[in-house]
């Protein structure tokens, strides 16, 4: 039997009716055609599914629909605004913070929350942060140098180097 939920995904309200035992990435890749969430694993264990729910990073793969039912969602494709890349999305560019790409949707939602909760992170606060979203690429540096630049951005400080460090 479908179920009838009403959820604001970036910014845009949508009621839709879904069967209770659909995934919240399910619904966010198949239903709304958000592909910028991706899927790695379907058992908690990667993060490339992550989004924000009520403002709380989350693996959208552990989540059911309707668990999502009158709460809002924020995907990568609503992490930019106005035509302009955010601070997150800025720095993993200038920092050379991704390569394939497919953790990366999910690294920013993750540093979105982290940013938010902690403006000014140490290196160390900032790994043990990320550590739920594997990276099969990068080797993890420069993903860290990217959110270092955009809490600085974020906070007005002077943006530190963006020389990439290759591994
Ligand atoms: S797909 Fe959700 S954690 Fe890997
Ligand atoms: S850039 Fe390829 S998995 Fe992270």
Not at 87 to 99: A, I, R, V, Y
Request: proline share 4%; charged share 20%.
């Amino acid at each position: 039997m479908l179920k009838q939920i009403t959820v604001t995904v970036n910014g845009v309200q949508h009621t839709l009716e879904v069967e209770p035992r659909l995934l919240l990435v399910h619904m966010i890749r198949e239903v709304l055609n958000l592909t910028g969430t991706h899927i790695g694993c379907d058992t908690s264990s990667c993060g490339a599914c992550t989004i924000l729910l009520d403002g709380k990073s989350i693996k959208s793969c552990t989540v059911l629909a309707v668990q999502a039912n009158g709460k809002s969602i924020t995907t990568i494709e609503g992490v930019a605004q106005n035509g302009e890349l955010s601070p997150l999305q800025e720095g993993f560019k200038e920092n050379h913070g991704l390569h394939c790409g497919f953790c990366t949707p999910g690294m920013i939602l993750r540093a979105t929350e982290l940013l938010a909760n902690n403006p000014n992170p140490t290196e160390e606060e900032i790994r043990w942060g990320i550590a739920g979203n594997l990276c099969r690429c990068t080797g993890y540096n420069n993903i860290v140098k990217a959110i270092q630049y955009a809490g600085a951005k974020m906070r007005g400080d002077e943006l530190p180097s963006t020389e990439p460090e290759f591994v």
